[in-house]
């Protein structure tokens, strides 16, 4: 089945710790994207990537970081510079950067920093 | 910039109740429109959308029409189950500068009673 795979869905990590969340996606999807959502919050984008080796800052990019090697996946690092951590976090894809091209979602991975 | 704003939550109905989540956006241009749900602990999934105004986005016994004149694109259902019980979101993709990202609003909670 294609779809966009997560992992871990949860995550403990120590305060101080770098910790990456894994994102693959198998839809042939050239855009991926990362979200953040808190309570009350919504979502909101941290990076966004439309090719290969290309990445760019989304609303809310400090304290995190990306990279795109390879069309399918799209790792994002949470630093030690993130002041508040804990939250959930999605990815997805698109097809293609036309304005009615929907985003698929992963299952997310919640992470939480002791 | 782009913007979506939606009813606050969360909202409790009892089954075959009515249902109405209203959300209205600020965006230039002609950006397409899109619901999404969020079932517990898991990622979002597309539940409609519609790409330009009048359009009418229907799925599941869910609607939203794309209102241009007062921008808005309020999510219905006549007859509401338990199994709908989930977190709604609105969302808008724009072309131009923001490069098709999603901009969502903060989530509606909905919870439906037998």
């Known amino acids: 089945d294609g779809g966009i795979t997560q992992s871990p869905k949860y995550l403990f990590r120590k305060e101080g710790q770098n910790v990456t969340l894994s994102c693959e996606q198998n839809?042939?999807?050239?855009?991926m994207y990362w979200y953040r959502q808190d309570p009350g919050q919504g979502l909101r984008l941290i990076y966004y990537?439309?090719?290969?080796?290309?990445?760019q800052k989304g609303d809310i990019a400090e304290g995190y970081s990306v990279s795109r090697e390879k069309k399918e996946s799209f790792p994002l690092t949470v630093t030690s510079a993130q002041k508040n951590p804990t939250a959930f976090y999605l990815c997805?894809?698109?097809?293609?950067?036309?304005?009615?091209?929907?985003?698929?979602f992963g299952q997310g991975t919640r992470l939480t920093v002791v | 910039g782009d913007s979506v704003t939606q009813m606050e939550g969360p909202v409790t109905l009892s089954e075959e109740a009515f249902l109405t989540i209203n959300c209205t956006y600020t965006?230039?241009?002609?950006?397409?429109l899109f619901w999404y749900v969020q079932y517990p602990g898991e990622g979002l999934q597309l539940l409609l959308k519609?790409?330009?105004?009048?359009d009418k986005g229907s799925n599941k016994g869910f609607e939203a029409t794309y209102r241009k004149e007062t921008t808005s694109f309020h999510l219905e259902k006549g007859s509401v189950q338990v199994s709908d019980s989930a977190v709604y979101f609105c969302a808008l993709r724009n072309s131009g500068g923001s490069n098709y990202k999603l901009t969502f609003g903060k989530g509606t909670l909905l919870t439906v009673n037998p």
């Open positions: 965006a230039t241009g002609y950006p397409s």
């Open positions: 519609a790409t330009k105004a009048d």
């Open positions: 990537s439309q090719i290969v080796n290309d990445f």
């Open positions: 839809l042939n999807h050239d855009a």
């Open positions: 997805a894809s698109s097809a293609g950067q036309g304005v009615s091209t929907e985003a698929f």
